[in-house]
């Protein structure tokens, strides 16, 4: 069974799947779908367009140089049955395929290192620049969300009226914001 790829987007072509398209010179084109064989007819040029694995690559964000790639190429050389050599084949797939995965990890994580900062400053230039639309907090709504945040000292002056205490409540919020109330 003879998997091929697709001439436009590179998804394997299964057989008796897909378009095969033969030019006046004999080229054959083989098609995973049609929507791969309608962009080929409109002329686009693949690496223009984000689905496939063309642009990927040409973009950066695909394994391109890698020795564990070319490993799969080499095959269709018919070799006489050895059952050492079949164990010992199992093995190195095994090993080529862990290798693989390893290696895409690592380019995944060095393709995505910088991705945390340039969101955060985003998002701070987002914020920044549309303060207008957030709702104003006054700040006892402020005060009422953040309990844990708040440390309170009372510092009260003594006259008693009508079984009331009179005086200040002086409120430390946050990092030495201070606020003084009326209690009545």
């Given amino acids: ?23 006046n ?32 690559k040409a973009a950066g964000k695909e ?3 890698d020795s564990t790639l070319t ?6 050389v018919p070799v006489r049955y050895n059952r ?15 290798i693989r995965e390893r290696r895409e990890k ?11 900062e340039k969101q955060l400053a985003a998002d701070r230039k987002l914020v920044a620049e549309n303060e207008h639309l957030l709702p104003k907090v006054r700040a006892s709504e402020r005060l009422a969300e953040e309990p844990e945040v708040m ?12 079984g009331k205490v009179k ?3 002086k409120l430390i919020v946050g990092k030495g914001v201070e606020d003084e109330m009326d209690v009545d």
Avoid at 71 to 76: H, I, L, P, Q, T
Wanted: hydrophobic residues 35%; proline residues 4%.
């Fill in 25 to 56: 010179d004999a080229r054959t084109f083989r098609f995973c779908r049609s929507k791969c064989h309608k962009n080929f007819k409109m002329k686009r040029n693949p690496r223009k367009l984000k689905w496939t694995k063309a642009f990927r």
């Fill in 71 to 76: 490993f799969a190429a080499r095959r269709n």
């Fill in 106 to 116: 690592v380019f995944y994580r060095q393709r995505m290192a910088g991705n945390k």
């Fill in 63 to 65: 394994m391109t140089v």
């Fill in 151 to 162: 440390e309170e000292e009372q510092r009260l002056e003594i006259p008693v009226e009508g």
């Fill in 167 to 169: 005086g200040k409540k």
């Fill in 1 to 23: 069974m003879r998997v091929e790829t697709c001439y436009f987007c590179s998804q394997p072509v299964y057989p008796s799947k897909g378009i095969t398209f033969v030019r």
């Fill in 84 to 98: 050492d050599l079949v164990a010992t084949t199992l093995r190195a797939m095994q090993r080529v395929s862990d």
